[in-house]
């Protein structure tokens, strides 16, 4: 699959409003990713993946960080996510935008590992879950 044709699916899926945004998404969770998978898993990946977002997964850590959790890699998945005008569904209000940016950040880690999963087969679909915290291998699966 072209670099192009992966974020315009990231976009469809997503009915994200436009390009740079679905390319937005799918660079932070591709950088999530590569702060939790080994290198070997990295590797094995790359035929399957437009270079664009292998290079990406380049600088993986040699092992799987254990110590690396849901909370963790959400982060990292939604720093570039937009939060303005998001309704609070915080209890005391205390940060008006968390709950539901959390739930968006879920949603695009989502869109990224169905078409991230397209270009994956099965056995490698299975090594990449087993490499993800508990909770991320969850979407990963339901993707």
Do not use: H, N
């Not at 664009?52 to 850590?61: A, N």
């Not at 040699?62 to 990292?76: A, K």
């Amino acid at each position: 699959m072209e670099y192009r044709e992966f974020i315009a699916q990231v976009q469809k899926r997503g009915k994200l409003a436009s390009f740079e945004e679905a390319e937005a998404t799918t660079l932070s969770v591709m950088r999530a990713l590569s702060e939790v998978i080994c290198r070997e898993r990295a590797l094995s990946m790359r035929s399957c993946l437009p270079d664009e977002i292998y290079c990406i997964l380049e600088p993986c850590r040699p092992e799987v960080d254990p110590l690396i959790d849901m909370q963790t890699f959400i982060g990292w998945a939604s720093a570039d996510l937009d939060a303005v005008g998001m309704p609070d569904r915080t209890l005391g209000g205390l940060d008006l935008f968390a709950a539901d940016a959390a739930d968006e950040a879920v949603r695009r880690c989502g869109l990224v590992f169905c078409v991230l999963k397209s270009c994956l087969g099965s056995s490698q679909q299975e090594a990449l879950a087993c490499d993800l915290p508990e909770e991320v291998c969850d979407w990963f699966r339901a993707a």
